[in-house]
């Protein structure tokens, strides 16, 4: 039977349970299950730190999970990457005291720095030459600098208000761009793992896709076909008793109000969109 963990707490957690749910797996009701078996699927999930999802999966206790980039980097793990999710998507910078000086990594020769992933951090400079002593907190680690414990930090930025509001200004290149992943350990069984990819895949495309439907003139038809090419190309039958056709076809979400702006433009009519649940492409 297949073994995935899964974040039980933070900003992976919800995501991941909703996107396994969408797959068609089920998941736990009550946040106190630390295990939950789908024998329908064949796959028991188990609800981990997502500090320790990374751990658990390179040292073979579960054969895979959903954690953040930066989180399997920081663990030290053999877990690698199998598969981006497109959610929990983070940038880590390194910030310091606004008018310290420290305008690129090399400032931080010899200077604390404060983090929440200084195994992360301290691969990071060590490769760049620069020798720091990096100082692990597990929270809160912008006050570090005017608590007297750090000379600078690094941490996830979204924003940056919660660092500027602490004296601290971003500098450098960013660290690391993260976001979740399913990662796999060495001895993951690869035909049950492939059926969790192809599913998750599956869930993934659907929700960078809708479907159009459209009514359009025969002789308007090569002009709203190329406003909706589709992936292989659209679906077309005529309509009973007309000499309009009907057209199906796949667009990115993201485009979709344009798509129908345009497509009334050509003449189409009885434009409608539909959502898409999974598919296989």
Same mark, same amino acid.
């Given at each position: 039977?297949?073994?995935?963990?899964?974040?039980n707490?933070?900003?992976l957690?919800?995501?991941?349970v909703?996107?396994?749910?969408?797959?068609?797996?089920r998941?736990?009701?009550d946040?106190r299950?630390?295990?939950?078996v %789908?024998? $329908?699927?064949?796959?028991?999930?188990?609800?981990?730190?997502?500090r320790? /999802? *990374?751990v658990? #999966?390179?040292? =073979? !206790?579960?054969?895979?999970?959903?954690?953040?980039?930066?989180?399997?980097?920081?663990?030290?793990s053999s877990?690698?990457?199998?598969?981006?999710?497109?959610?929990?998507?983070?940038?880590?910078?390194?910030?310091?005291?606004?008018?310290?000086?420290?305008?690129?990594?090399?400032?931080?020769?010899?200077?604390?720095?404060?983090?929440?992933y200084?195994?992360?951090?301290?691969?990071?400079?060590?490769?760049?030459?620069v020798?720091?002593?990096?100082?692990?907190? %597990?929270? $809160?680690?912008?006050?570090?600098?005017?608590?007297?414990?750090?000379?600078? /930090? *690094?941490?996830? #930025?979204?924003? =940056? !208000?919660?660092?500027?509001?602490?004296?601290?200004?971003?500098?450098?290149?960013?660290?690391l761009?993260?976001?979740?992943?399913?990662?796999?350990?060495?001895?993951?069984?690869?035909?049950?793992?492939?059926?969790?990819?192809?599913?998750?895949?599956?869930?993934?495309?659907?929700?960078k896709y809708?479907l159009?439907?459209?009514?359009?003139?025969?002789?308007?038809?090569?002009?709203?076909?190329a406003?909706?090419?589709?992936?292989?190309?659209?679906?077309?039958?005529?309509?009973?008793?007309?000499?309009w056709?009907?057209?199906?076809?796949m667009?990115p979400?993201?485009?979709?109000?344009d798509?129908?702006?345009?497509?009334?433009?050509?003449?189409?009519?009885?434009?409608l969109?539909?959502?898409?649940?999974?598919?296989?492409i």
């Amino acid at each position: 039977m297949l073994r995935i963990a899964v974040p039980n707490k933070g900003s992976l957690s919800e995501p991941a349970v909703t996107l396994l749910k969408e797959a068609g797996y089920r998941q736990r009701r009550d946040t106190r299950e630390l295990v939950i078996v %789908d024998e $329908a699927n064949s796959i028991e999930f188990f609800y981990l730190r997502p500090r320790d /999802v *990374a751990v658990y #999966v390179g040292e =073979g !206790t579960v054969h895979a999970g959903i954690t953040g980039r930066d989180l399997l980097l920081d663990s030290g793990s053999s877990a690698t990457e199998h598969l981006p999710l497109g959610f929990g998507g983070s940038t880590f910078r390194f910030a310091a005291p606004d008018g310290s000086g420290i305008t690129d990594i090399s400032g931080l020769h010899g200077r604390r720095v404060a983090t929440s992933y200084a195994t992360l951090v301290d691969d990071y400079l060590r490769a760049r030459g620069v020798e720091s002593q990096v100082i692990r907190l %597990d929270g $809160a680690v912008e006050s570090s600098v005017r608590l007297g414990v750090a000379d600078a /930090v *690094a941490d996830v #930025v979204s924003t =940056g !208000t919660t660092l500027r509001a602490a004296g601290l200004s971003v500098f450098g290149e960013p660290l690391l761009s993260s976001e979740a992943l399913l990662i796999k350990g060495a001895d993951a069984p690869g035909d049950a793992l492939a059926v969790l990819v192809g599913r998750l895949k599956g869930v993934l495309t659907a929700r960078k896709y809708v479907l159009v439907d459209y009514d359009v003139p025969a002789d308007l038809l090569d002009a709203a076909i190329a406003v909706t090419p589709g992936l292989e190309g659209p679906t077309v039958a005529p309509i009973h008793g007309t000499d309009w056709q009907a057209v199906r076809a796949m667009v990115p979400r993201k485009e979709i109000n344009d798509v129908m702006d345009r497509l009334y433009a050509v003449g189409a009519r009885a434009i409608l969109t539909s959502e898409l649940l999974a598919v296989r492409i």
